[in-house]
Each structure stands twice: as C-alpha cells, then as structure tokens.
C-alpha cells in the first residue's frame, strides 16, 4: 500500500467551474499536509499546507483535512486556465519521512 | 539571488559509469533533499540531510550516494549508472523537515538519460 494515494486524472473542469483534487494516506499518524502544484517541465512549488482537521483557505483555494477519514482534498474555485497542472499531495508520516503522491493531472478548458 | 540551483540540466551518460548531480542552495537551509521523479511512481526520495555532515536514506537510496561537507552544497553521486536510473532528478531545501512550517523549495530539476 503506498504511502500516499491520488487519482492520476487527467481531471478537466471549465473554466471559471471549481476543481475539486483528493489524496488519501495511510500513515493515521501523519502530522503535516501539503499540495503542490507542478507545471509541465518545472519544478513543483507549494500551494498550501494544512495540519488541523477542516478547511482553510488561501485565495481562491481551499484545503480540506480529515484525519478520521485519512482524506486530503483541494478545491479551486474559479478555476483558470493558468490552473492547468499536475497538483501534487505530501505527506509527512509519523517517521518524519515525507511522501508525495504520483499526482493529479488538471486541465482547464476556456 | 539564486535560490536553490542544480547542475548540469541535461545529462547523457552510459551504463556503468559515475555521475555527480551538483545542489547548491543560497539560503542557508538545514534540511535538503534528492528527489526522483518517473512516471507513474511520482516523486521519490533518495536521500535527505539535516545539516553538514548528516545524511539519512529515503526510499529508494540503492546505487546513490551522497555527502554535505558544506550547507549549501548536497552532491548526489550515482555509483555505476544504470538504464533504470534514467529520470528527472530534483534536489529541494527547507528551513525545517517534519513539521507544519516545512515548506520544501525545489530546484529546476536535472534531466538524466542513461543508455
């Protein structure tokens, strides 16, 4: 079982739609979450990290933790083209050891 | 300011010969990180290192080595390269590894082709 589950997609939304992103994990000890986003042929960069269970939200995006459930999730609310990317979820397990998920390919169509 | 840099960018090597993969970051970071990225697997972690002279395996460290004789320096050495070590490798950094406040700053990444 890995560490750190996503559904590669692709996911496309339209334009201006909310995209929604799930990671799940397996370590019921982790402590910190993080979403990356990485553009085609770069390096990934953070969007936003969460360690308390429930939401919080940075601009247009929100971060949704639920630690019963082992559940991580993204939104983008009026989603942009300039949106289109791989979102990457990170795990950091109760050995300290981080783990990435193989990513989630979103696409938003104008 | 440079940030956190990687060279070369592109690399073409043959089975069975060494390569170093240079990481340097301006930033004064404790932590800093190998990363491999391959399709359908994501990214890995080869290995990490707390501070100058501290280095600890990740999860996939077999055929790499490493040293941090400097902060600012984190070289990655393949042994005897091998076609299945062809990948996109990153070198990342950050102040603090394991809590909430790690935010981990990534290098442009160095593209290895193995033949």
């Known amino acids: 079982q890995k560490e750190v589950e996503q559904n590669s997609g692709p996911l496309s939304v339209p334009e201006g739609a909310i995209a929604s992103l799930n990671c799940t994990y397996s370590?019921?000890?982790?402590?910190?979450f993080f979403w990356y986003r990485q553009y085609s042929g770069k390096s990934p960069e953070l969007i936003m990290f969460?360690?308390?269970?429930g939401d919080k939200e940075d601009g247009r995006f929100t971060a949704q933790l639920n630690k019963a459930s082992q559940y991580v999730s993204l939104l983008i609310r009026d989603s942009q083209p300039s949106d289109s990317a791989t979102y990457l979820c990170?795990?950091?397990?109760?050995?300290?050891?981080?783990?990435f998920g193989t990513g989630t390919s979103l696409t938003v169509i104008p | 300011d440079a940030g956190i840099t990687q060279s070369p960018r592109y690399k073409i090597t043959e089975t069975g010969r060494q390569v170093t993969l240079m990481c340097h970051q301006t930033?004064?970071?404790?932590?800093m990180f190998w990363y491999r990225q391959d399709l359908g697997h994501g990214l890995r972690l080869i290995y990490y290192?707390?501070?100058?002279?501290?280095?600890d395996k990740g999860e996939v460290p077999d055929g790499y080595v490493v040293s941090r004789s400097k902060t600012e320096n984190f070289p990655l050495t393949l042994e005897s390269a091998t076609r299945s070590q062809t990948s996109v490798y990153f070198c990342?950094?950050?102040?603090?590894?394991?809590?909430?406040?790690?935010?981990?700053?990534f290098g442009p990444g160095t593209r290895l082709l193995v033949l």
């Open positions: 990342a950094s950050s102040t603090v590894a394991g809590g909430p406040q790690e935010t981990q700053y």
């Open positions: 370590d019921r000890g982790s402590q910190s």
């Open positions: 969460i360690y308390s269970n």
């Open positions: 990170a795990v950091t397990n109760t050995g300290n050891q981080f783990y």
């Open positions: 930033w004064s970071h404790s932590y």
């Open positions: 290192s707390a501070a100058a002279d501290i280095t």
